[in-house]
T-cell receptor
Framework: AQSVTQLGSHVSVSEGALVLLRCNYS??????LFWYVQYPNQGLQLLLK??????LVKGINGFEAEFKKSETSFHLTKPSAHMSDAAEYFC????????????FGKGTTLSVSS | DAGVIQSPRHEVTEMGQEVTLRCKPI?????LFWYRQTMMRGLELLIY????????DSGMPEDRFSAKMPNASFSTLKIQPSEPRDSAVYFC????????????FGSGTRLTVV
């Protein structure tokens, strides 16, 4: 069965610093991978997705993620954090062959200080 | 497009009462998903529909929970009778390309059972 593990339930950075949110996946078949962001009292918004094309995926708000099969990772990065990036971030995986719905990680809360 | 619309946004009910949550997916989307979000368990898939047909309901906690999708533009999640442990945020999401691709989430229904 597919699963994702997000390392670190809480990450704190200063404004302008690099953002790195970690996600490792477990999948017996080539996965599709996703990052979502959730702002307080809102639903989840898709940031970016990997669907077996380019391994470096660019998303909205300056975020990007790189699929590394050898490391079973799909870490999310942003070169320079902004106060508005403070939110909860979820990594998700899908089983492309079984057609099952997305499985989400536990989430990482990003705090940005000035 | 108005996005995925959920109602009500907030629901407070007494233990033992019936609760019905509603969802209107994005027009043209053929997959619909119900998730539950709690601090303890994160985001859990409850059930998903493809072309109005339930495909996977293995996440439905118990017989007190039921979900229907009578047509392509409406779904309900019912809890009868409700219990305090059902308190959570319930999200509906829809997808154009099936379960493997990115979803659009609604804003959620925050359910409190007292």
């Amino acid at each position: 069965a597919q699963s994702v593990t997000q390392l670190g339930s809480h990450v704190s950075v200063s404004e302008g610093a690099l953002v790195l949110l970690r996600c490792n996946y477990s999948s017996s078949v080539p996965p599709y991978l996703f990052w979502y962001v959730q702002y307080p009292n809102q639903g989840l918004q898709l940031l970016l997705k990997y669907t077996s094309a380019a391994t470096l995926v660019k998303g909205i708000n300056g975020f990007e993620a790189e699929f590394k099969k050898s490391e079973t990772s799909f870490h999310l990065t942003k070169p320079s954090a902004h106060m508005s990036d403070a939110a909860e971030y979820f990594c998700a995986v899908s089983d492309t062959q079984a057609g099952t719905a997305l499985i989400f990680g536990k989430g990482t809360t990003l705090s940005v200080s000035s | 497009d108005a996005g995925v619309i959920q109602s009500p946004r907030h629901e407070v009910t007494e233990m033992g009462q019936e609760v019905t949550l509603r969802c209107k997916p994005i027009s043209g989307h053929n997959s619909l998903f119900w998730y539950r979000q709690t601090m303890m368990r994160g985001l859990e898939l409850l059930i998903y529909f493809n072309n109005n047909v339930p495909i996977d309901d293995s996440g439905m906690p118990e017989d007190r929970f039921s979900a229907k999708m009578p047509n392509a533009s409406f779904s309900t999640l019912k809890i009868q009778p409700s219990e305090p442990r059902d308190s959570a945020v319930y999200f509906c999401a829809s997808s154009l390309q099936g379960p493997n691709y990115g979803y659009t989430f609604g804003s959620g229904t925050r359910l409190t059972v007292v």
